[in-house]
């Protein structure tokens, strides 16, 4: 809701949305948010933004919002509001009695991607130093985790390796498993900008993605390949890079590991994974895979952009190493206009990787098993430190399930509404003794929490987010927290009711025990971020106002490492039962699991979700325009209506997960990447059939 009125004062803030990372000047009336414009002086926006940053703010003061934190012993009983002492009592002393029944490593928590850079710190930190054990993960584990894995693994650093501006300078880019126009609006126009001048694009996908529609001063080639074959298109772009010649050998000469090298290119020159053997895997005629191969090699700048259609699959971490090694091979890495650029979904699911959510990892992706490490962080943080990685998310819900993991603390997600295979979630939540759930809203977790306790939103809080192109933002308080807490303080007095003590006055406090302990955020504080605006990690004494293209003199792990990528077949194979092949996204006015945007007035563009099905695939099944399906996989079904598109390829059919109650979720598999657990939410073989209305 957009309210009318003349702004007394004007605070300069960053979106809460995607990635993107978008600054506005939320416009006052006293406490009162009258109008969000976009800031001219925002450093990955420049004045730009889209339909929710601009419009969907109204969730903060919604109705909805809990104000008051909550108890209860058993999740049958109602919910009591108590005082914040008396909850944070509560949850404390209920997190110990289960540590004291089921042991250390029986409690943990997850940190939210939505949070700030602060918070998501503080909540690790709560895990490793208060609960003793490393069960500490991210809502990153179900998106971006295999960026993490396959980033650092051929290239050293789990970032994308550009600003966004960048694209400006590219000739070519590939798009892959990303449909920026409707995820990442503003940088998508940036790209379109760019297309109009006369860029190539080569999108990698089985839509038929807006972005296609661009007029275009270039060439756009679509490879709309089958979902889960992701590896199989990038080995053959690779081979056709490799067996024509078009390898920059200056830069693979200079700059990558001569065995690494050696080795992938005897692999990846192998017969086999040629398009034209690929062809039956992919079904994109190989014609069309060796002109674009050529297409992007021969460009001069090419960039690659890819999004969750690359790392939410059985091999997500193998497709990012394989766009690592294309880039490498082409000589697309080290300078503007070109790189390999994870388009985060969340808006700050970097910063949550980067301030060390994942159970192995501390802030800035050092390793718990290094001592030397741990000795850094254990003579700052006063306490002995576990050396063995905790439980990531899936583990945590199977040892749940199991009887071993008994008590979780779960700041800002939605888990119960946005991971697979939700009968199993909701069978590890029932099992556990103490949830504890901070959110601004009564989510679906929240109904199997013993302790509910108000979040804040990016209005009532400072901090800072981390964008897509590694860009650190302030988050600047407008309005106080609704129920008198941000929520960093929450879990400070958490800490502090559980026996380890937080003394913090403000989220800069924070900020600089995080530079004191993570090389790449060495050179960041508040005051420099006053001065900068923004500022892109790494800065250090290296590069003390950041770095906006990253490796270009060298990798942090020296020379770059190619990968052996051999494509292995999904698990999820489609049957006679099941002969569709379901893949989910998002859409451009609702965001995530819809909990605030479903909230504002962009719900109106879209009430509910819906099944985009090609109209072969309708005819079929007698299915016409508007019409309720059942869409049925081997773990569950949900039930809503049918849209007919040209978009989709016959057997694919397509759905967002914005709305509880059809739940897409329902029907994903417990199928997961085989490097980091991240679920394979893109393939899952279904059935769709008519319904009469549920
Ligand atoms: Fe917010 Fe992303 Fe839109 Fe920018 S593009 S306004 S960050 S949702």
Known sequence: VIESGQPEHSVVTTCAYCGVGCSFKAEMQGDKLVRMVPYKGGDANHGHACVKGRFAFGYATHKDRIREPMIRDAINDPWRTVSWDEAIEFAARRLRATQDKYGRESIGGITSSRCTNEETYLVQK??????????????ARVCHSPTGYGLKTTIGESAGTQTFDSVMKSD???????????????????MRRRLRQGAKLIVIDPRRI?????????????LPLRPGTNVAMINALGHV????????????????????YREWR?????ERNSPEAMEVVTGVPAALVRQAARLFAEAGNGAIYYGLGVTEHSQGSTMVMGIANLAMATGNLGREGVGVNPLRGQNNVQGSCDMGSFPHEFPGYQHVGDAAVRQHFEAEWGVTLDDEPGLRIPNMFDAAVAGHFKGLYVQGEDVA????????????????DCLIVQDIFLNETAKYAHVLLPGSTFLEKNGTFTNAERRINRVRRVMPPIAGLEDWEVTMALSNAMGYPMNYSHPSDIMDEIARLTPSFAGVSYDKLDRLGSIQWPCNDAHPEGTPTMHVQDFPIGKGHFAVTEYVASNEKTTRKYPLVLTTGRILTQYNVGAQTRRTNNSK???EDVLEIHPSDAE????????????????GQTVVRARISERMLPGVVYTTFHHPETGANVITTENSDWATNCPEYKVTAVQVEKVSQP
């Open 126 to 139: 709560l895990i490793r130093a208060a609960f003793g054990n490393n069960n500490t993960d991210t809502c």
């Open 172 to 190: 070519a880019m590939i798009v892959v498993g990303a449909n920026p126009t409707d995820a990442h609006p503003v940088f998508a126009s940036q």
């Open 210 to 222: 807006d972005l296609l529609h661009t007029p275009h001063g270039g060439e756009a080639i679509h």
């Open 241 to 260: 890079v490799v067996s024509e010649g078009l390898e920059d050998h200056d830069f693979i000469d200079n700059r990558c590991d001569p065995e690494a």
């Open 266 to 270: 005897e692999f990846i020159a192998e």
């Open 417 to 432: 509404q946005s991971d697979p295979n939700i009968q199993h979630v909701e069978a590890a939540l029932t099992s556990l």
């Open 605 to 607: 563009w879209h009430p």
């Open 620 to 635: 079929l099944r007698g299915v016409r325009e508007g019409d309720w399906v059942g869409i049925t996989s081997r773990v």
